[in-house]
């Protein structure tokens, strides 16, 4: 069965920085591309960065330059180091594998998420 937990998320002033981590099992971690989701309150959930299982890296533009994604197959984990943020990057963020998302948006299972609430 595939669990993902993830963790890190909290209240930030603008400009400030978290870490996201999501931990996986039951899947063979490391052939997955895995990816960062975010949900804002009233929006779709949307892709924010990828990291394929050789580690090259995709962002969404809104992101780029400010959010780094990176993963630690020993650990099955992936990160999201999250710099500058802004009051619009709060929501909920998931991590699941791209494909699988991908094949079916809609009926996909996902972790609780992890909030993250960007304010002053």
């Known amino acids: 069965q595939v669990q993902l937990v993830e963790s890190g998320g909290g209240l930030v002033q603008p400009g400030g920085s978290l870490k996201l981590s999501c931990a996986a099992s039951?899947?063979?971690?490391?052939?997955?591309?895995m990816g960062w989701y975010r949900q804002a309150p009233g929006k779709q959930r949307e892709l924010v960065a990828y990291?394929?299982?050789?580690?090259?890296?995709n962002y969404a533009d809104s992101v780029k330059g400010r959010f780094t994604i990176s993963r630690d197959n020993a650990k099955n984990t992936v990160y999201l180091q999250m710099n500058s943020l802004k009051p619009e990057d709060t929501a909920v963020y998931y991590c699941?594998?791209?494909?699988?998302?991908?094949?079916?948006?809609?009926?996909?299972?996902w972790g609780q998420g992890t909030q993250v609430t960007v304010s002053s």
């Open positions: 699941n594998r791209r494909a699988y998302v991908a094949s079916d948006p809609d009926g996909a299972s």
């Open positions: 039951g899947i063979i971690f490391n052939i997955y591309t």
């Open positions: 990291i394929t299982s050789f580690g090259s890296t």
